[in-house]
């Protein structure tokens, strides 16, 4: 296994910087998942630590050893791919044993590995068939056996469940992340799903164009996001933004005539001395049948449900924000909007920046 470094690595296609000055440290035995947008340079980056790509600056490290120069044999990596490769000729066996037979591992080791793959990943009673005659999530499992047969220092999964149907998708989740942490092997994971970087990730990794954004644990990354971006992008539906206009006594919410009491805004924050936008997750905007924490007065719009969830939407000014319709009855007309204290997170309204205790005493 490995630990992975990348230190100010960039990446230029011409003008084009598809990677910019990232720096991230991957533990040794960590499952690490890239997200972000298309085009934001998580699978470039993925395709650098590979060796399927060169870095304009920077370097990459495994166990602290420099391997730009290094081949994507000699760093003993192992990649699988969105749209898997498997040999149509091989029957499954033959293709997970494919990697070891092509080094010259000796017939005992091949069978010792090849059975204790077989184990790990339930493939006993498919050895004899051949791909195509395979369903997708079995499909993925092979050419992931096929990958860590090898023993390899550091898995890199390209958004490796995306082409797979959703019926599939759940279960194969549930069953990468069983392997991962059993087979212990550092694993870089990329993905445009935040549900899978939810579920899967020790830590995500959230880039936008081409920087890294924000690096936490998936709780952190939901309750405590460090940018507007981060807010909109993680969540669904995404966190509510609202521009917070200094009145007296409090501050009013964007164009509307609702006031959050100063009282609600930490004293940093009010402090600040610059626009601030408060963002709150659905989750802490609540339709409630009594009094409420923080009470604002705004017209509701709908009430629809999604599942054992009622959600509501309701105007800010000229714009739509969602919450959680929490009342014990669903039917009668909405009492009050209350905000709960702990999910109110303030930003600077210029950069998209959380507004944070040290950065603005210093």
């Keep these: 296994m490995a630990k992975v470094e990348l230190k100010n690595l960039s990446i230029e296609f011409g003008a084009f910087k598809a990677v910019d000055d990232v720096n991230l440290t991957v533990e040794d035995g960590e499952f690490a998942v890239y997200l972000g947008p298309s085009g934001c340079g998580k699978t470039t980056t993925l395709r650098a630590v590979a060796g399927l790509q060169e870095a304009t600056q920077g370097d990459i490290l495994f166990n602290g050893q420099r391997v730009n120069d290094q081949s994507p044999s000699e760093r003993n990596i192992a990649m699988v791919f969105q749209f898997v490769s498997l040999y149509p000729n091989l029957n499954i066996r033959e293709n997970i044993i494919f990697p070891l037979k092509a080094r010259g591992v000796a017939k005992a080791d091949i069978a010792r590995k090849l059975d204790w793959v077989v184990e790990i990943f339930k493939l006993g009673d498919e050895l004899k068939r051949y791909p195509g005659a395979l369903p997708p999530g079995t499909t993925q499992k092979v050419a992931l056996a096929r990958a860590v047969v090898r023993d390899p220092a550091v898995l890199l999964l390209d958004e490796p469940l995306s082409a797979i149907d959703e019926q599939f998708r759940e279960e194969m989740r549930w069953e990468l992340g069983h392997l991962q942490r059993e087979l212990g092997v550092t694993t870089i994971y990329v993905t445009h799903d935040q549900r899978e970087a939810m579920s899967l990730a020790d830590r995500i990794v959230l880039m936008n164009d081409s920087k890294i954004v924000q690096v936490a644990d998936p709780q952190s990354m ?68 009594g009094a409420a924490p923080i009470e604002i007065k705004l017209p509701v719009q709908d009430i629809f449900s999604v599942g054992r969830e009622r959600y509501f939407t309701f105007k800010i000014g000229d714009g739509l924000a969602q919450g959680v319709d929490v009342r014990a009855e669903a039917q009668g007309a909405a009492t009050s909007i209350g905000l709960r204290p702990e999910g109110l997170k303030f930003f600077d309204a210029q950069t998209g920046h959380r507004i944070a205790t040290d950065e603005v005493a210093a």
């Design 222 to 289: 939901f309750f405590e996001p460090n940018s507007e971006f981060s807010g909109r992008f993680i969540g669904s539906p995404s966190m509510n933004f609202v521009d917070l206009i200094p009145v007296d006594p409090g501050f009013r919410l964007g164009d509307s005539q609702a006031i959050l009491p100063a009282e609600a805004v930490p004293e940093h924050v009010r402090n600040a001395k610059r626009p601030i936008r408060m963002g709150v997750r659905p989750r802490d905007v609540q339709l409630v049948d």
